[in-house]
């Protein structure tokens, strides 16, 4: 009778635990950056929660508004209970302050999840390029600089490693992001 309660134990265990066959790429390095509310954001502090990453800037004219869209549906297209933030960060901090982030995210943001972030340049663009493997630029202080950045989602699970990358401007993006997020929401 214990060996068949033990046994049940086990096969209950095993049924409950799901790894993804998603390829664990990079840990998301640690950094310190600053929210459009000016509070101090260390990207440990989002462990614990599914994470879609975008690189985009307020001034942008190309394809930054249309990856904010995007993130827009896919907010949309995931459970107000789910445990997932979605993060955008600016790769032009020169002008991206917080204040220009919180009247940004004013008419963007429809998620409380949704967390715009600056920092300083050389902390962003290490962070785009070292951490995230994604293309930045340096931004001069020319307004009519375009700053160099990647269309692509990083979507990192609860540990802090990303698993997926998918461009933002690609006609499938939202299903294919809340795909991959549910998945690694299914992760233990």
């Avoid at 214990?2 to 049924?15: G, M, P």
């Avoid at 310190?32 to 989002?46: H, T």
């Avoid at 107000?80 to 917080?98: E, G, W, Y």
């Avoid at 220009?100 to 920092?119: C, E, I, K």
């Amino acid at each position: 009778m214990l060996r068949r309660l033990l046994l049940s134990a086990v096969f209950l265990t095993l049924a409950c635990h799901h790894e993804s066959d998603l390829p664990k790429l990079f840990p998301i390095p640690e950094a310190q950056l600053v929210s459009d509310a000016s509070k101090p954001v260390r990207m440990s502090e989002l462990k614990g929660s599914v994470v879609v990453y975008d690189f985009i800037f307020t001034h942008c004219a190309g394809t930054c508004p249309m990856m904010t869209a995007t993130m827009r549906r896919l907010t949309k297209k995931l459970p107000k209970d789910a445990q997932v933030r979605f993060v955008s960060i600016s790769v032009d901090p020169i002008r991206d302050t917080p204040q220009v982030l919180h009247d940004y995210a004013g008419h963007a943001r429809n998620d409380p999840r949704w967390l715009f972030l600056t920092g300083d340049r050389k902390t962003i663009v290490d962070l785009s390029v070292n951490g995230f493997k994604l293309a930045a630029g340096d931004a001069t202080g020319s307004l009519n600089e375009s700053v160099l950045h990647s269309t692509k989602f990083a979507v990192a699970d609860k540990n802090g490693i990303i698993r997926d990358y998918y461009s933002a401007t690609n006609d499938d993006a939202v299903d294919h992001v809340a795909g991959v997020v549910n998945e690694l929401l299914r992760e233990n």
